[in-house]
């Protein structure tokens, strides 16, 4: 009887062990910075309601968030917005995550509340009120206020640190596109670092603005150049059909017909831009040829 007393009350001592170390906080923190999402949300989901913390709700909800459960990472983030403790800045975060969320469920209405109280007495200039701009900027993007959103980015690249002044430079220039600011675009553009993740739209978008405003040459640099550093993103028909445009535009019909050959053995023949590059290309042999006659006629 003893020795059966002894294992049933190890076996208790365990258990009671492991359940204790499953349902810790910290352990819900621990798994969501390893990026364990689901074993996060699990400690979390077998943790006795009162012995959550705000941190561990947060962490939660951030798991959540990561394997796609919107709302329920909307229902921990608001359960954690009622601890009447939370700092100025703790409580921007979590009402700036709830605005990304609704941002990316296109609930832009919704969205701009959160960004808004977001704000709410966060007075000091830094990288957490840039994000709040910057996210602000993103939901009137939305909402095809683009001139407001342009507004917010532009207070959002005036207290953003180095990590997001990037991001926000190309924001912006796409605001200046909607805008029709053409100049003011190629200008954010320009401030993209070539080593940051956006450069190779970047570029493409330099090289379309070039295109647009007949400046061909640098069209072409900007092409070259997105080849030559970020060949993966730049293999692709519009790319050759720019090309081809830039290289008409300067009357260098030999390497015009060299794209378009080259683009007749990559691209299938229901291409939308290789279409494009074909008839672009016999459109100017067609010109080409009405100059020859009419010289002769002459």
């Not at 020795?3 to 204790?20: D, E, H, I």
């Not at 200008?187 to 061909?216: K, T």
């Not at 060299?258 to 008839?279: C, G, K, R, V």
Request: hydrophobic share 45%; glycine share 6%; aromatic share 10%.
């Amino acid at each position: 009887m003893r020795f059966v007393t002894l294992g049933v009350v190890l076996s208790a001592a365990l258990l009671t062990g492991a359940q204790a170390f499953a349902q810790h906080p910290i352990d819900v923190q621990r798994l969501q910075a390893d990026a364990d999402y689901m074993g996060s949300l699990a400690a979390y989901d077998r943790m006795p309601k009162r012995m959550a913390t705000t941190d561990a709700m947060v962490s939660a909800a951030k798991s959540a968030w990561a394997l796609g459960l919107s709302d329920r990472a909307s229902a921990e983030f608001q359960s954690a917005l009622q601890d009447n403790s939370l700092g100025v800045e703790a409580r921007a975060r979590i009402n700036l995550f709830r605005s990304i969320i609704e941002l990316q469920e296109e609930r832009l209405q919704t969205a701009e509340a959160f960004v808004q109280r977001a704000m709410q007495k966060l007075d000091a200039p830094g990288a957490l009120r840039a994000k709040i701009w910057m996210v602000w900027g993103d939901v009137l993007s939305g909402l095809q206020q683009f001139g407001a959103a342009a507004e917010k980015y532009k207070l959002s690249l005036a207290e953003a640190g180095d990590e997001d002044l990037p991001e926000v430079h190309f924001r912006l220039g796409e605001c200046g596109i909607k805008l029709g600011q053409n100049e003011a675009a190629k200008e954010q553009f320009e401030n993209v670092p070539l080593d940051n993740d956006r450069a190779p739209e970047a570029i493409r978008y330099l090289a379309q603005l070039a295109l647009d405003q007949g400046e061909y040459q640098h069209a072409q640099f900007w092409l070259n150049r997105g080849r030559t550093d970020f060949p993966e993103r730049f293999l692709d028909s519009w790319v050759d059909y720019a090309l081809l445009q830039a290289a008409l535009h300067q009357g260098d019909r030999t390497a015009a017909k060299n794209l378009m050959e080259a683009a007749n053995t990559q691209y299938p023949p229901s291409d939308f831009w290789l279409s494009m590059l074909n008839a672009t290309f016999q459109a100017s042999s067609w010109r080409d040829a009405d100059e020859i006659l009419k010289k002769g006629a002459q």
